[in-house]
């Protein structure tokens, strides 16, 4: 996985969470939103893929049992795509208000899903994924880590990702911890196995140093 340094927002600051199947990443997004509201800060709350109109027709693509197997470079190539236009649309103008950008899953989704999952190089995912994005990484990753046949249990039907095999999402899982291993000043790697108000108050412990650079 890479550990080169990235581009940084000087403006705003930049949260994402990331993390396996039924990890609690849209709970935590959500919660810590609210707090940063709470305490009068500007917060724009997001997810990927999908929440740009464009990548509302990728989500369905990517995501919809319907479209069955799709070649794997492709799926990172649609991918991708959600992610430079919310990039150029959402997230950047929002960092350069001052906001504090909370995203569902970001880059290295991509990288653990279409490249260590699919199995598909990831150095050559990566160069596809940071294209896309301008190198633009997050302020702080926060990792939720909970072992795949837990989290899967807690779906009753399941996406077209969601559906693939335990050891794919085994090969997800151990993707995500690497990455949060090569660079642990931005990342923070949670049990989701805690507590829901615990996760929340470590997520917040970590974030709250950040806020500097925000608008109130």
């Excluded at 699919?118 to 702080?140: I, K, Q, Y």
């Excluded at 989290?151 to 995500?176: M, N, P, W």
Aim: glycine fraction near 8%.
């Amino acid at each position: 996985m890479s550990v080169d340094p990235g581009v940084f927002a000087e403006t705003g600051v930049f949260v994402c969470f990331e993390g396996g199947e039924g990890s609690g990443k849209s709970t935590q997004s959500r919660l810590l939103a609210q707090r940063l509201d709470a305490a009068g800060y500007a917060t724009v709350l997001t997810f990927e893929p999908g929440d740009t109109g464009v990548g509302k027709e990728l989500r369905r693509i990517v995501l919809s049992p319907e479209t069955g197997a799709l070649a794997d470079r492709t799926e990172v190539l649609l991918y991708a795509a959600d992610k430079a236009e919310h990039v150029e649309t959402l997230v950047l103008p929002a960092l350069a208000r001052g906001a504090v950008v909370i995203t569902d899953r970001y880059v290295d989704s991509t990288l653990a899903y279409q490249g260590a999952g699919r199995s598909l190089a990831v150095a050559e995912v990566e160069e596809v994924a940071r294209w896309a994005t301008g190198d633009l990484r997050p302020h702080l990753t926060v990792v939720l880590d909970l072992a795949p046949e837990t989290g899967l249990a807690r779906f009753e039907t399941r996406d077209r990702i969601e559906g693939e095999s335990v050891e794919f999402h085994q090969r997800v899982r151990a993707a995500f911890l690497e990455m949060a291993g090569a660079d642990p000043d931005h990342y923070l790697v949670l049990d989701a196995r805690a507590s829901v108000e615990e996760i929340a108050d470590a997520v917040w412990a970590r974030v709250e140093p950040l806020l500097g650079q925000a608008t109130r």
